[in-house]
């Protein structure tokens, strides 16, 4: 139960990281984002030892990306609909089910 909410917790702060540098110096600040991406969630299964887990972080992270590219109460929006924001999304998501599928 501790490893499910650390992963859980592990892959929504990755998206978060992504959310805040994917803005930042466009291309730079969606690569810097994708790799942290990458290798938090490979993290959570070399240090678990269960793909299961990734699986978890994984959710975790798209579920996040994908509230942020909704607009909000205000309506302000965290992921724009510009080149930026959906390559953070169609990328991000493949990124995410690479490090998935990586050896653990």
Known sequence: MKAALISLLAGAV????SILLHQTL???GVI???IFTYIT???VGRHFASRRLKWLAGAAWIVVIFRGALFGSGDELLVQADGV???LLLIGTLV???AIAARI
Do not use: D, K, Q, R
């Not at 990755?14 to 990281?17: K, L």
């Open 14 to 17: 990755a998206a978060v990281t």
């Open 26 to 28: 466009p291309p730079v």
């Open 32 to 34: 810097a984002g994708l």
């Open 41 to 43: 969630i490979w993290l």
């Open 85 to 87: 924001g959906s390559s």
């Open 96 to 98: 995410v089910l690479a």
